[in-house]
């Protein structure tokens, strides 16, 4: 895939800024896909989250928003010490929506409060519809 991207031979992911009526200054040629995934032959491979979002919305998450975690506790398990993603702007350490804690039952080490951006990647190179289908291990 690196090689593939050096050469132009890939698209872009996806833009940074999703702030609403944000438009970027790079110029592409590819169309978003606007019909369901599947009828392009694209199937999940995974599903992951990141501490703090890592695209930004601003006013909504952004560099001004706050949460639970600070930089200091910020960490991945390959990347060790990385930047704090964009926190909600909404986030009031005084009201219990965002403090009490809660017994997590999937999401092991989840903060309440804190910002997080959940991915759910598609892939035409996935093995779709087979035990196949996701990554597995994936790693952080």
Same mark, same amino acid.
């Given at each position: 895939?690196?090689?593939?991207? #050096?050469?132009?031979?890939? $698209?872009?992911?996806?833009?940074? $800024?999703?702030?609403?009526?944000?438009?970027?200054?790079?110029?592409?040629?590819?169309?978003? #896909?606007?019909?369901?995934?599947?009828?392009?032959?694209?199937?999940?491979?995974?599903?992951?989250?990141?501490?703090?979002?890592?695209?930004?919305?601003?006013?909504?998450?952004?560099?001004?928003?706050?949460?639970?975690?600070?930089?200091?506790?910020?960490?991945?398990?390959?990347?060790?010490?990385?930047?704090?993603?964009?926190?909600?702007?909404?986030?009031?350490?005084?009201?219990?929506?965002?403090?009490?804690?809660?017994?997590?039952?999937?999401?092991?080490?989840?903060?309440?409060?804190?910002?997080?951006?959940?991915?759910?990647?598609?892939?035409?190179?996935?093995?779709?519809?087979?035990?196949?289908?996701?990554?597995?291990?994936?790693?952080?």
């Amino acid at each position: 895939c690196a090689a593939a991207a #050096i050469n132009g031979q890939l $698209n872009g992911q996806s833009g940074a $800024n999703v702030t609403k009526g944000y438009v970027g200054d790079l110029d592409v040629d590819v169309e978003p #896909i606007a019909e369901p995934y599947y009828k392009k032959g694209l199937c999940p491979v995974n599903v992951h989250w990141h501490e703090g979002a890592e695209h930004l919305s601003v006013g909504e998450y952004d560099e001004m928003g706050t949460g639970p975690t600070g930089k200091e506790e910020a960490h991945r398990a390959l990347a060790g010490e990385v930047r704090e993603g964009f926190q909600c702007r909404y986030y009031d350490e005084n009201e219990d929506m965002f403090t009490k804690p809660y017994e997590w039952k999937h999401c092991v080490g989840m903060k309440v409060g804190q910002t997080y951006e959940v991915h759910w990647p598609h892939s035409a190179a996935g093995a779709c519809g087979t035990t196949n289908q996701y990554q597995t291990p994936f790693y952080d």
